[in-house]
């Protein structure tokens, strides 16, 4: 065992060989019994290694440890230090080696490089915090201990079928002054919003990346503003929280957050999703990007061009070598990490075709990752989730390997339900496909596999999809030029926000009318946060660095669109009453109630046509009391006129079935309406009613 003393004489040190089969920073006990903390590191290219330690906070570091020859196996090198208060240290690695861009090595020894497997980063301990330009390390590693208390926490046992997704922002949940929150932006002030989810009837939160990003990464101002890395696409770290999401995150209590914020949505029932990035990372080609993986072994965890310079499958840059087995091994030790250690109950893969492509860039199907974690015991309930194409041309939706495990962001489902609201005749088929849960795409996984969703994060908010034709980006200082030209949307006659009351009221109806739709669809429903109070980004459909109100919910929203949302409330609570809508398999025969479980039919009662467009259609669900358990036979009729003017459908079989309405997201039929045979449909509107089979 060898003996390091600091300069001041503070620290007696002692080091000696580690245990490599374990990546990372991890208080142990050695062979001797002596508690410690083992640091191994893997680097294949690298000549040489050492170990920086730090107090916190402090500048520069009290203690640089070299690793022997002896202490680095199988490009893995380890070391066990004792005589060191882990609470009370940040650390960090020095390698050297060659640095030559055409080898695709960049080895800066003089740089202090964060630990990939570090639990906890130092460095922006609070949301855009500064970093002193003199501190040795930018970003250095925390040492965590599993010691937090989980109260017997278990996951809400809610199959995908049953999810309703909601995907959020944890900084954007809260950070309105309208929020009420006591500690806004943070873990902790989401906590506060799980009363208000709870009450919508969402089981499951999806939350944009919350692995340590810098938001500060970027050099652009606009308007004198700084322009920031809001989203968080852009990996410092797979095993962290972000500090800056912490209202304990100067203190370093980031990861114990974490943790309660999802033990207290288990509480209430609620599911974890968090949105992943193993796509590319945060660093870049220039030399003072240099934070992590490309200073330890850029050839072993960047793909490369035949240059020597990243290539870039990602539309960022700096694209991961997924498929390298060190790699792989990372991704997979970070997944099993927040499913076990941090209770998370999935995760969405942003750009998953990425993790497919092989260490060349070209897509490999024999052994890619991705089948892998499928495939991985540790991970065996977890959900995941695929973005189903990369910014490189690789699109997969409805194509993606699923492994009996995958599900997939269904954006044909999207641009469908939005053509056809908008009256795009030619879009009935699609839609009908879409409604029944993509059967064209997903025969082999079921409805399941299809996560349908109307908006998310990238784009536009349902109200400005319903209020713009056009994107409007300027606060981003891309001069309009970044963002989707193509949306898909309709302002309804005036461009914003309007007192105009006929435009008020048809973007309310189309509203309305997609989120019916969403929730009677086969597939797993996700919304937008927001979007259930008509929250808006002013036409922004590309807020990744507005740390604004143009991204903030502005929660007085809630009583001035409370109609929405009791609208959006009832029909999450119609979804969740009706077992058939979350079937997810294809079977059309005809079940114990006499018809078939899903059928279309035009307004005069015939069978629609699975080729031909038309603006009206109206899908007929058969709920069989025997097959879901219910009490008696229920039928569902979902009316959708996207015509100009107003349509009368014939209803089915009323001498059987007496008819009710459930909703209509116009005003023409009201809750509780018994019509006789025939029912009234205004422009672009959805009805729904129930049906039960009458006596005799």
Request: glycine share 8%; proline share 4%; aromatic share 12%.
């Amino acid at each position: 065992m060898l003996t390091y003393r600091s300069a001041d004489m503070k620290a007696e040190i002692k080091y000696e060989k580690g245990d490599s089969s374990k990546l990372g920073a991890n208080i142990c006990r050695n062979r001797d019994g002596i508690v410690g903390v083992n640091f191994s590191l893997y680097s294949e290219n690298a000549d040489s290694c050492s170990l920086v330690l730090f107090r916190n906070k402090e500048k520069q570091p009290f203690a640089e440890l070299p690793f022997t020859e002896d202490m680095r196996e199988n490009n893995i090198y380890t070391m066990f230090v004792s005589g060191i208060d882990p609470d009370a240290i940040e650390y960090g690695y020095r390698l050297d080696g060659v640095y030559d861009i055409t080898q695709e090595l960049r080895y800066q020894k003089e740089r202090v490089l964060l630990d990939p497997y570090a639990r906890a980063v130092a460095g922006r301990g609070s949301w855009c915090s500064y970093i002193d330009p003199e501190r040795a390390g930018k970003f250095r590693g925390r040492i965590i201990k599993d010691d937090f208390d989980w109260e017997e926490d278990v996951c809400p046992d809610i199959p995908l079928k049953d999810l309703i997704i909601y995907e959020a922002h944890v900084r954007s949940m809260t950070m309105h002054s309208t929020s009420g929150s006591e500690a806004p932006g943070t873990f902790k002030g989401l906590v506060e919003k799980i009363p208000y989810l709870k009450e919508l009837g969402i089981n499951c939160i999806e939350l944009l990346p919350v692995f340590e990003f810098d938001e500060m990464e970027f050099n652009r101002f606009y308007n004198q503003k700084r322009i920031l890395n809001y989203w968080g696409y852009s990996t410092l770290n797979f095993f962290s929280p972000k500090a800056g999401y912490a209202a304990s995150g100067q203190d370093g209590r980031q990861v114990d957050e974490f943790k309660e914020m999802v033990k207290e949505f288990h509480k209430a029932g609620i599911r974890v999703i968090l949105d992943v990035v193993y796509n590319h990372t945060a660093e870049g080609e220039e030399k003072e990007k240099c934070y992590s993986f490309q200073g330890i072994d850029n050839k072993v965890y960047y793909i490369s061009q035949t240059n020597g310079k990243n290539s870039n499958y990602s539309g960022c840059g700096n694209t991961f070598k997924c498929n390298h087995p060190a790699v792989k091994r990372l991704i997979l030790d970070s997944l099993r990490y927040w499913h076990k250690k941090c209770h998370v109950d999935g995760f969405r893969f942003d750009l998953a075709p990425v993790l497919i492509r092989g260490e060349d860039g070209i897509p490999d199907w024999d052994r890619p990752v991705i089948k892998d974690i499928a495939e991985d015991e540790l991970l065996k309930d977890a959900i995941l989730i695929a973005e189903p194409w990369d910014a490189a041309g690789l699109y997969l939706t409805g194509k993606f390997h699923h492994w009996g495990r995958w599900s997939e962001w269904n954006d044909k489902y999207r641009d469908s339900m939005r053509q056809f609201i908008c009256g795009n005749s030619e879009y009935a088929p699609d839609f009908m496909s879409r409604l029944s849960g993509s059967e064209n795409m997903y025969s082999q996984c079921g409805a399941q596999g299809t996560i349908n969703f109307i908006t998310c994060h990238d784009g536009f908010t349902m109200y400005d999809l319903v209020s713009y034709n056009s994107k409007h980006n300027e606060l981003n200082g891309e001069h309009n030029c970044d963002g989707n030209n193509w949306n898909i949307s309709y302002n309804n006659g005036c461009e914003g926000r309007t007192d105009d009351p006929h435009i008020r009221h048809m973007r309310r109806r189309k509203m309305m009318s997609l989120f019916a739709l969403l929730m009677i669809s086969r597939g797993v429903p996700m919304i937008y946060a927001g979007d259930e109070i008509c929250n808006s980004q002013n036409g922004n459909n590309n807020a990744y660095c507005q740390d604004s109100e143009i991204s903030w919910i502005d929660w007085s929203l809630v009583e001035k669109e409370r109609d929405m949302l009791e609208f959006v409330k009832m029909m999450i609570e119609f979804r969740k009453a009706h077992p058939v809508l979350r079937n997810t398999t294809y079977d059309q025969s005809v079940n114990g109630t006499g018809y078939p479980e899903l059928s279309f039919r035009y307004p005069g009662g015939t069978d629609a046509m699975p080729d031909k467009k038309s603006h009206c259609i109206a899908a007929f669900y058969a709920e069989d009391h025997e097959k879901y358990g219910t009490d008696e036979d229920c039928f569902i009729y979902v009316i959708c006129n996207v015509y100009e003017k107003d349509i009368s459908y014939l209803l089915p079989d009323t001498d059987k079935i007496e008819w009710t309405v459930f909703t209509d997201s116009s005003t023409r039929n009201r809750y509780g309406n018994k019509p006789d045979n025939v029912v009234d449909a205004e422009p672009y509107s959805v009805v729904i009613l129930t049906g039960k089979k009458r006596n005799g």
